[in-house]
């Protein structure tokens, strides 16, 4: 089964300023035969579901702020948020879906300083 | 608008079986993969199954192979999962989601969510 750490746990960072989550799988999640990584990024506020950021490790969902990007291949991914606004307050957790079970990490929970 | 909406969560007795439901609309619900993730009290997401678009493929985290199963009915637009020998760690927040495809990859769309207590 492949495990998915991410780090920090805790991240507090002021307005504007950019916050950086790491991702790190136990085993490589790029598919070689579609060139693709197999990883996702949510969104969890408080009292709501998760909600899909990032896919593909770096794709934009739909109506995601630009601020938002992921990145990385492998086995290490990024989720970074240029300027965080307060709106952004929330938990991150990425996913692997390379194969099943499918795991995510163990969230990330993100403040303002 | 594309939704999902979970049902049949309560308070159940340890030992006891649940069946969760998963009613879909806005979308052609038979060409899409499904998945169930649960969420404990304060905790993370934990993936908990999935199933192919068309229900012949399912997949199942160890932690519930054998007493969970998930299943679709097309016809209904409707997403199933069954819970066997509840336990208390079994205690959570169900949603159901569905994959961006035929097949069992991330979640792109979230139901709200059905709370499941197991508690004698």
């Known amino acids: 089964d492949i495990v998915m750490t991410q780090s920090p746990d805790s991240l507090a960072v002021s307005l504007g300023q950019r916050a950086t989550i790491n991702c790190k799988s136990s085993?490589?999640?790029?598919?070689?035969?579609?060139?693709?990584?197999?990883l996702a990024w949510y969104q969890q506020k408080p009292g709501q579901p998760p909600e899909l950021i990032i896919y593909?490790?770096?794709t934009r969902e739909s109506g995601v702020p630009d601020r938002f990007s992921g990145s990385g291949s492998g086995t290490d991914f990024t989720l970074t948020i240029s300027s965080l606004q307060a709106e952004d307050v929330a938990v991150y957790f990425c996913q692997q879906y390379y194969t099943t079970p499918l795991s995510f990490g163990q969230g990330t929970k993100l403040e303002i300083k | 608008q594309v939704q999902l909406v979970e049902s049949g969560g309560g308070v159940v007795q340890p030992g006891k079986s649940l069946r969760l439901s998963c009613a879909a609309s806005?979308?052609?619900?038979?060409?899409?993969?499904m998945h169930w993730v649960r969420q404990a009290p304060g905790k993370g997401l934990e993936w908990v199954a999935c199933?192919?678009?068309?229900?012949?493929?399912?997949y199942y985290a160890d932690s519930v192979k054998g007493r969970f199963t998930i299943s679709r009915d097309n016809s209904k637009n409707t997403l199933y999962l069954q819970i066997n020998r509840l336990t208390v760690e079994d205690s959570a927040v169900y949603y159901c989601?569905?994959?961006?495809?035929?097949?069992?990859?991330?979640?792109?769309?979230w139901g709200q969510g059905t709370t499941v207590t197991v508690s004698s």
């Open positions: 593909w490790a770096s």
């Open positions: 199933l192919w678009y068309e229900g012949s493929s399912t």
């Open positions: 085993q490589s999640v790029l598919y070689s035969s579609t060139n693709k990584n197999y």
């Open positions: 806005g979308f052609t619900f038979s060409n899409y993969g």
């Open positions: 989601s569905r994959a961006p495809g035929y097949y069992c990859y991330g979640s792109d769309v």
